[in-house]
């Protein structure tokens, strides 16, 4: 069974740029959740799609968006990218048990690593 | 709301001692705990969970986590470890409704 992918591994944009990140779920799983993992600050929850829906974002601004494929896979948008977006952005998918407070355990890709200069 | 506290930020321990990572939360309903490892330049992967039952959870790579809803505790152990597990554990909950929330991690150093 495939894993989480996610594209590219490694992205390096300047301040102001967009940045698009892609995620492929396991197959079968309809629930992909976006975190951002900068250094010293842990896990931050940033998206969580479901069945093609926004079901919940965390506290980030609006330049950070996202949707879900009809396919399941997910993009993450970041706009107008400031120094501070730098970290490593992982995706993880699980088999949504239709709310968010769902039993089953979240599997994660490997993640882009954003820089910005 | 939930919320996780990692209590360690890093743990160095020598090869072959045991091991506790410590974790503990807060919730106002019945939750769901887990704990995750990420390898370096990794994602995360589930180590183990505990969702209702025996509050002894034994999960891969010989740890085992006990829940302990008194203490709203979820330390994860292991009797001994090894160079190989060097890593970075996370500890997370979710409770009905909600979404999952991590802790800030623990860095896990083996001395040789």
């Known amino acids: 069974e495939a894993g989480v992918t996610q594209s590219p591994t490694h992205l390096i944009k300047t301040r102001g740029q967009q940045a698009t990140l892609r995620c492929s779920p396991i197959s079968g799983h309809t629930s992909v959740y976006w975190y951002q993992q900068a250094l010293g600050l842990g896990l931050q929850f940033l998206l969580w799609?479901?069945?093609?829906?926004?079901?919940n974002r965390g506290n980030f601004p609006p330049r950070f968006s996202g949707r879900q494929f009809p396919n399941y896979s997910s993009e993450l948008n970041v706009n107008a990218l400031e120094l501070e977006d730098s970290a490593l952005y992982l995706c993880?998918?699980?088999?949504?048990?239709?709310?968010?407070?769902?039993?089953?355990?979240?599997?994660f890709g490997d993640g882009t690593r954003l820089s910005i200069l | 709301a939930q919320s996780v506290t990692q209590l360690d930020s890093q743990v160095p321990v020598f090869e072959e001692a045991p091991v506790e990572l410590r974790c503990n939360y807060s919730?106002?309903?019945?939750?769901?705990l887990f704990w995750y490892v990420q390898y370096p330049n990794q994602g995360l992967q589930l180590l183990l969970k505990?969702?209702?039952?025996?509050?002894l959870v034994k999960g891969i790579n010989g740890f085992e986590a006990e829940f302990n809803k008194s203490q709203t505790s979820f330390h994860l152990r292991k009797p001994s470890v090894h160079i190989s597990d060097t890593a970075e554990y996370f500890c997370?909950?979710?409770?009905?409704?909600?979404?999952?929330?991590f802790g800030k991690g623990t860095r896990l150093h083996i001395l040789p």
């Open positions: 997370a909950v979710s409770g009905r409704d909600d979404k999952i929330i």
């Open positions: 799609y479901d069945e093609g829906e926004e079901r």
């Open positions: 993880a998918s699980s088999s949504g048990a239709g709310t968010a407070g769902s039993n089953q355990p979240q599997h």
């Open positions: 919730s106002s309903v019945s939750v769901y």
């Open positions: 505990y969702l209702s039952g025996s509050t």
